[in-house]
């Protein structure tokens, strides 16, 4: 239904009037930020940054700055197994424990290792294959207990990059 040229014309009118009323808010900063960073060209795994945090006991912008640091590769040492190691010191609930960035290479396999103590593994990018066939993509969870054993494998189509904390350390077997 279709109101008459005149009757439409008023209507229009009088929504230009109460449009003029109503009293414009600006957002709220944080509306603002978290747009403005939406579109930023940043790396995508800082959507992860707040679960991160949660990991390794840091505050958020801490986190931030060390998964943007990550992309200094001088920074990074060699693991025993394969892969890379992005070391962090965590907070307080961590304390004690081996904590940071692990990247393995696509394609790669981690050798059967048993755990010490526990280890916690949030995938950030990529994909890890336990022997057993579940596979844990970013934004998964991994949580060995002390005394586990088991190998694990990377995709094939990237490197796995996982934040991780270790307590006690692990032994090949």
């Known amino acids: 239904m279709s109101l008459p040229a005149d009757d439409e014309f008023e209507l229009l009118?009088?929504?230009?009037?109460?449009?003029?009323?109503?009293?414009?808010?600006?957002?709220?900063?944080?509306?603002?930020?978290?747009?403005l960073?939406?579109?930023?060209?940043?790396?995508?795994?800082?959507?992860?940054a707040k679960r991160v945090?949660?990991?390794?006991?840091?505050d958020v912008a801490r986190v931030q700055e060390a998964?943007?640091?990550?992309?200094?590769?001088s920074q990074w040492v060699d693991v025993q197994g394969g892969g890379k190691f992005f070391p962090l010191t965590g907070g307080p609930r961590v304390q004690g424990a081996q904590m940071g960035f692990v990247?393995?290479?696509?394609?790669?396999?981690?050798?059967?290792?048993?755990?010490?103590?526990?280890e916690v593994q949030f995938v950030i990018t990529g994909r890890l294959i336990e022997t057993d066939g579940r596979e844990f993509l970013p934004g998964?969870?991994?949580?060995?207990?002390?005394?586990?054993?088991?190998?694990?494998?990377?995709?094939a189509e990237s490197s796995c990059v996982c934040a991780v904390v270790l307590y006690e350390g692990i032994d090949f077997v």
């Open 13 to 35: 009118a009088h929504i230009d009037v109460m449009d003029r009323l109503v009293e414009r808010a600006a957002p709220p900063a944080q509306l603002r930020d978290a747009l």
């Open 140 to 155: 998964d969870l991994l949580v060995k207990e002390s005394g586990t054993e088991h190998e694990f494998s990377i995709g």
């Open 37 to 48: 960073d939406s579109l930023s060209p940043a790396p995508t795994f800082l959507g992860y």
């Open 103 to 118: 990247e393995f290479r696509a394609g790669s396999l981690f050798p059967r290792h048993r755990h010490q103590g526990l």
């Open 67 to 73: 998964l943007l640091a990550m992309s200094d590769r």
């Open 53 to 58: 945090a949660r990991v390794f006991d840091l």
